[in-house]
């Protein structure tokens, strides 16, 4: 059965510095990987996902991922955030091939940049 | 892509009553999955429904507790039934609308049980 792990539940960073939120899945078949964010008392957004091709993703709002099949992970990262990136962040997976397949979450992590 | 609907988009429950929760999504879809969001806590999927069968639940959530309808390709039903305060939580309703997409979410349903 897959699964997520966030590794860090809540990371605290200052404005402008680098951060990187990390995820690592466990599946035994191809998967497709997901971030989303969610702000305070808002739904669900997507900020990027890898499915196939290229394993650096790029997505919105300057952030960016690596799908590392080997170390079955998928960090996000941003090379300098903003108090506005303050937020809860989500890793998900699905297994990828089949129709419908639901996704699956991890735990979160907050973000809470300050200045 | 795909737009979804939900409705009540927040309640407040009496302890032992049940709130049904509407889903209706701007195309049609195979499968509509439900997730529970309790305060401060990640999703946790309850049931995919699939229209023209019963849906399937994951572990821990039974469909005496959180019955499901799908009478067509578009709508969904959730029904939190005989609920208690441990039921306070957002449920979200969510689609794939194909294989190599992301999911899609409602804006939830902010349920208080007291």
């Known amino acids: 059965a897959q699964s997520v792990t966030q590794l860090d539940s809540q990371v605290p960073v200052f404005e402008e510095a680098p951060v990187e939120l990390r995820c690592n899945y466990s599946s035994s078949v191809s998967v497709y990987l997901f971030w989303y964010v969610q702000y305070p008392n808002q739904g669900l957004q997507l900020l990027l996902k890898?499915?196939?091709?290229?394993?650096l993703v790029k997505g919105i709002n300057g952030f960016e991922a690596e799908f590392n099949k080997s170390q079955t992970s998928f960090h996000l990262r941003k090379p300098s955030v903003h108090i506005s990136d303050t937020a809860e962040y989500f890793c998900?997976?699905?297994?990828?091939?089949?129709?419908?397949?639901?996704?699956?979450f991890g735990k979160g992590t907050t973000l809470s940049v300050s200045s | 892509s795909a737009v979804i609907s939900q409705k009540p988009s927040r309640d407040i429950c009496q302890r032992g009553t049940s709130l049904t929760i509407q889903c209706q999504v701007d195309s049609q879809v195979t499968m509509m999955f439900w997730y529970r969001q309790q305060p401060g806590q990640s999703l946790t999927l309850i049931a995919t429904?699939?229209?023209?069968?019963?849906?399937?639940?994951e572990s821990g959530f039974v469909i005496d507790k959180f019955p499901i309808s799908r009478p067509n390709l578009t709508f969904s039903t959730l029904t939190v039934s005989n609920m208690s305060p441990e039921d306070s939580s957002i449920y979200l309703c969510?689609?794939?609308?194909?294989?190599?997409?992301?999911?899609?979410f409602g804006q939830g349903t902010r349920l208080t049980v007291v």
């Open positions: 429904a699939n229209q023209g069968s019963e849906a399937t639940y």
């Open positions: 998900a997976v699905s297994e990828g091939y089949q129709a419908g397949t639901a996704l699956i």
């Open positions: 890898y499915l196939s091709g290229s394993t």
């Open positions: 969510s689609v794939r609308p194909g294989i190599h997409t992301e999911a899609f």
